[in-house]
Structure formats: C-alpha cells, structure tokens
C-alpha cells in the first residue's frame, strides 16, 4: 500500500518514501511555553498525534521529536528587551524558569487529558544553546550571516545571490517581500530588512541570557529548530510539521538555514495543520471569542450548554481533515457527542454479541478494508475514514437485529480492525461506561451521607450537600423509595 502525503514544498500529493528504509523522521515545532496551551494548538499537535499514530499502523518506526520554545522569543511587536518569557514572569512576579516549568506542566497535562501520544524525544531550546552558537557560527563561516552590534543576523540576499531560494517553501517573491516589510526589529543592525536574528545581543535589563563569540545573549527562535531536529534526525530527515501560521517566516527560515549550513533542503515533507475557528471566527483572546481546553471539558464557559469529555473533543477534531479549517460550536460538539456514542455502542455491541456464525458474510469485510486503508494512506483523511467505519457501524446494528450474517473470520478481522480504528489510530477512548459507573457509585455515597446527617438531625450538612450537588447540575429528589438524582 503506498502512503500519498500532501507536501507544502511542492503543494502536491506525493508517494511516501522515508529516507531510510521503515524508519520515518519526524520533527514538529512545539509550544512556546509562556501562557496556557490553547484549544487551537491542541488541534495542532492532535493532528500530528494522527498522524504520528497513523504512520506507527502503517507499519513505520518513527523517530518524533517535538521541542519546548523556553527561550528567545521575541514579542509579536519584536521588542528585544522584553521576550515572551521575560514579559510574563514580569506579570506573574515569577522567575523566567518557573514561567517555563508552569507552562510546560500545563501542556503536558493538557495533551495527556486529550491521550495524545508523548514524541519519542522532546528538547528544549535551553537545553541546545552550544548547538545553536555552532551554527551561528558556521552561518558566519560559510558568508551566510554577519555579526551587528553583538547580534547575529542571516543574510538573506547573500543567500539568494548564490541561487539558493529564499520563499520557495511560502511561495513568496524575495523582491515583495522586501517591498512590503517595516523593519520593526533590529532596525539600524540589518543589511536587509528580511534578514532575521540567528542571535541576539542581550540589553542589560534581559535575564535570560547566555555567553557567546558576540557577547551575552540569547538564540533567535527559527535557529533552535534548525539546531534540534538536524541534531536528532540528520542534515535531511522526511518529516516536518506545523501550523499553517508558521510556515513563513518560521519554517522558511529553517529551510534557509538547513541549505546554508548544510547544502541540503533539510526536510523531505512538509506538513501545515490548518486552524480552528469557533462559531465561524477566529478565536483570539482580545476580541473574547476565546476558549482554554480544559474550560471546554469542564463546561466553564460561555459558548457551549455543557461539558464534552476530552475523547468527544478528539472525536469532533478527527472529523475534519487536518488541512481544512475546522469550527466547533454547540451543534457540532453535540452532534459529534451523539456521534461517539452510537461508535461506543457499535463496539460494545461487537465485543460482547454472540453473533449466529453464518457460512458467508452479508458485508464485504475485505472491501470495506481497503477503503478503510485507502482512506488513511490519502493523506491521513480522518474523516472519510470515520465515514468508512460508520458504514461498519450500520452494520454491526443490522447484524445485532438479525437482518445480516457475517463468517467467523470476519467477525475476527472486523473486530480487530475496528478497535485499531477506533482506539489506536484515531486515538479515541471508551471511558465513558467506567464514567457514568462510577459517577453512580460517587452519587451513592453522598446519598448516604446526606441520609446519615439527616438521622442525626444535622440539617446544616444535609443541606449543603444537596446545595452543592445542585450548583454542580445535579438534582437530589427524596421519593417514597429512597431518594433518587437527575443530571442537568
Ligand atoms: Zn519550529
């Protein structure tokens, strides 16, 4: 079966072939850890989660190396003496690597709510400064970056005068670009506005800073991916994935430094994830259409009538094609929900009928297999795989009612393949019966409780129990049988 990936570079599906034979590279940019992961990063890194978990189906070993950005990031207005880092830590009253250490405990748990799959190697910019000062280093050797006021700066018009393409992987005309930039960073350093920093001279008011050739200072951010993917995958590896939004200046820099330094295009594929919008807009936090993941779990917002359990997000997300644009709102979350359970209820259905075996299969399982993979191998098309599985579904409901047959080998194969499907590539999870069983068993004792306080006539605490359940949605009502409870 051959795997087509849609590549950036060329803008087209291309056969995947890995460099070196089973074993795939891949290297995705991470968080810059300074603020709580947002729900559109979470698309982000579940969409390469897929496609980490598909390619691991498919048979590959896969090296994936995702990085922390805990350093060098400038503000958006470019401001050097006030990074990202440097900016919140000033808010927070925290040091620079406690906003670090928050932040990335913050990402790491909020990935694992959403059973994303750890990368097999996860490095820090801090962590790789001496590599980020050779290549700096190497940059100047090679006449590709020159040395301004204690900052480093790449030279992009030297690197185009030697037929090397700045733009190519953006698809953007140097001279444009140049027409149409305000240099806003660096403005009396730089030969070239588009000429970026490989290293900034720290001012004294910059706490993270580092000892280098030029002085004290600290890495540009496009320069520490350059450094940690070449460092763990090779001068050329098959795989490199993103937002949408990083591919220019980010990953177009990196494709620069990787010719510069190493004369090869460094990466193979490139994969850009699209965005999330929220009821059809842009989330972004100043305009307040703007949601934390874990206030969407818990319900704590103002756009949706309830909570979603993290799986239910992973099920809508899957249900778009990483390079669409996908828009949650209320509908779509309840529609997905609804969805999701008639999956669950499919898979419980086949796990646990004893289905009268029949001499031959009313359902082309072999067939609906190679959909299933053809769909998969199409540039990873989630969601005309869930389409290909809800065919499956159908089925399993008509065979559970007794209006299809299926073959003991069958049976077998569509079993295994729908709990690969299901659970392992699509990553979803079955919590949902162990949920609701041991909310009742949660729901039981406070009943208890609430029924002992009572009998010692202590009514402050019975009432306080049944207020508190009642601010968390959940009604007590006292029947002549015992007292019961409603879930809003
Ligand atoms: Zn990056």
Redesign the pocket.
């Known amino acids: 079966m051959t795997l087509k990936i849609y590549n950036s570079l060329s803008g087209e599906k291309e056969t995947f072939t890995p460099i070196h034979d089973n074993n795939v590279g891949m290297?995705?940019?991470?968080p810059t850890v300074y603020s709580n992961v947002h729900l559109g990063n979470v698309r982000t890194f579940m969409s390469f989660d897929f496609i980490y978990r598909s390619l691991v189906h498919l048979g590959y070993k896969v090296r994936y190396v995702r990085?922390i950005?805990d350093a060098g990031h400038l503000t958006d207005d470019g401001d050097v003496d006030n990074d990202r880092f440097v900016k919140q830590s000033r808010l927070e009253k925290l040091e620079p690597m406690e906003i670090v250490q928050k932040y990335t405990v913050d990402f790491h748990k909020v990935l694992e709510v959403f059973n994303l799959l750890p990368p097999t190697i996860e490095p820090t910019a801090t962590g790789h400064i001496l590599e980020q000062i050779e290549l700096t280093q190497k940059l100047i050797d090679k006449g590709f970056a020159y040395e301004s006021n204690g900052s480093v700066y790449f030279d992009v018009l030297e690197y185009n005068k030697r037929g090397l393409n700045y733009g190519e992987l953006s698809r953007r005309n140097i001279e444009e670009l140049f027409a149409n930039t305000r240099d806003l960073d660096g403005q009396n350093e730089k030969r070239n506005p588009q000429d970026f920093a490989l290293w900034k001279a720290a001012s004294p008011a910059h706490i993270m800073r580092w000892n280098s050739p030029w002085g004290e200072g600290f890495p540009g951010?496009?320069l520490?991916?350059t450094a940690m993917?070449t460092k763990y995958l090779g001068d050329k590896f098959d795989i490199h994935g993103?937002g949408m939004d990083?591919k220019f200046p980010?990953?177009e820099c990196?494709v620069a430094q990787g010719k510069a330094c190493n004369g090869v295009s460094p990466v193979n594929y490139w994969i850009h994830a699209n965005m999330l919008t929220m009821n059809g807009q842009r989330m972004s936090k100043s305009t307040g259409n703007y949601i934390l993941p874990m206030e969407l779990v818990s319900g704590n917002n103002d756009f949706f009538e309830k909570p979603f359990h993290p799986t239910i997000v992973r099920f809508n997300f899957m249900q778009a094609h990483y390079r669409s644009v996908l828009d949650i709102s209320n509908e779509a979350m309840v529609a997905s929900e609804k969805g999701f359970q008639r999956l669950m209820e499919a898979m419980k259905v086949l796990s646990n009928n004893n289905f009268p075996i029949a001499e031959v299969s009313s359902f082309d399982v072999k067939a609906w297999k190679e959909k299933c993979y053809a769909a998969l191998t199409d540039d990873f098309n989630s969601p005309i795989l869930i389409a290909h599985l809800f065919e499956a579904v159908n089925f399993i409901f008509k065979l559970k009612d007794g209006k299809e047959t299926i073959s003991e080998n069958d049976l077998q194969e569509l079993k295994t393949l729908m709990t690969d499907f299901v659970f392992d590539v699509l990553g979803l999870q079955n919590i949902e019966e162990n949920n609701n069983e041991k909310l009742d068993q949660t729901l039981q004792v406070l009943i208890d409780l609430r029924n002992q306080a009572r009998k010692s006539k202590n009514f402050d605490l019975s009432d306080q129990i049944r207020d508190r359940l009642l601010a968390e949605g959940i009604e007590l009502k006292d029947g002549r049988d015992g007292t019961s409870y409603s879930i809003s």
């Open positions: 290297y995705v940019c991470g990085n950005t951010w496009h520490e991916c993917s993103g990083l980010h990953h990196e």
